[in-house]
């Protein structure tokens, strides 16, 4: 299957500090990018939808400003958590789909996950 | 707003039994219903998937059901082994322009030997 790439695996930083997450598909392009958030013991919760060269969609309850999401090329989008909290602490996972197949009803294909711990 | 309901939260069975996973949506235009595999700490993995012209699909030991109708949809197990034990999830896709996945609350498989 397709692979999708997400960067970096695990990072810990201070309150208050950004932290940029990368998400990439590495053999294929996505046209649309989903980013979702995951605290322990629980579901994927969709933060928000990423469009190449247009603003991200965001979910009911997910602060834009806090959440900030860069889709600039077919290949690769950015989360940047903006003063990052010990509450922003979770397991983040962003998906795509191969935008060159059909439209729809085709596979997700899921990065590897970033764990965020904010101390 | 979109939902998709899942249970049981946790299912226990012994090695060789069945294990039966349940789903319900709400959004009636859903056409694509994937089943993923979630171990600790890793990304989710498809297992099985269907689309909503078929009502039932398998891939040797996994089986799913779809009820459009009812709106509802099952994952079955069947000869569970140990290796089964994870955690499962439902999704149901939403039928905006995206097409983007809502997930069901997850079940934890055990599968005792």
């Known amino acids: 299957g397709a692979v999708v790439s997400q960067h970096p695996s695990r990072v810990i930083c201070k309150s208050g500090t950004s932290v940029k997450i990368e998400c990439r598909s590495l053999d294929f392009q996505a046209t649309t990018m989903f980013w979702y958030r995951q605290f322990p013991k629980q579901s994927l919760m969709l933060m928000a939808t990423?469009?190449?060269?247009?603003?991200?969609?965001?979910e009911q309850g997910v602060e834009k400003d806090k959440f900030l999401i860069n889709h600039a090329s077919l290949t690769l989008s950015t989360l940047t958590v903006t003063s990052a909290h010990p509450e922003d602490s979770s397991f983040y996972i962003c998906?795509?789909?191969?935008?060159?197949?059909?439209?729809?009803?085709?596979?997700?294909?899921f990065g590897q996950g970033t764990r965020l711990t904010v101390v | 707003g979109e939902n998709v309901e899942q249970h049981p939260s946790t299912l226990s069975v012994q090695e060789g039994d069945s294990a039966v996973i349940k789903c319900t949506y709400s959004?009636?235009?859903?056409?694509?219903f994937p089943w993923y595999k979630q171990e600790l700490g890793k990304r989710p993995q498809l297992i099985i998937d269907i689309r909503s012209n078929v009502g039932e699909k398998k891939d040797q030991r996994i089986a799913v059901t779809l009820n459009k109708t009812a709106k509802h949809f099952s994952l079955h197990i069947t000869e569970t082994q140990p290796e089964d034990s994870a955690v499962y999830f439902c999704?149901?896709?939403?039928?905006?322009?995206?097409?983007?996945?809502?997930f069901g609350t997850g079940t934890r498989l055990q599968v005792f030997p």
């Open positions: 990423s469009n190449e060269g247009s603003k991200a969609t965001y």
């Open positions: 959004d009636s235009a859903s056409n694509y």
């Open positions: 999704a149901a896709s939403i039928r905006d322009n995206t097409d983007k996945l809502i």
């Open positions: 998906s795509a789909r191969n935008h060159l197949q059909a439209q729809r009803d085709t596979e997700a294909f």
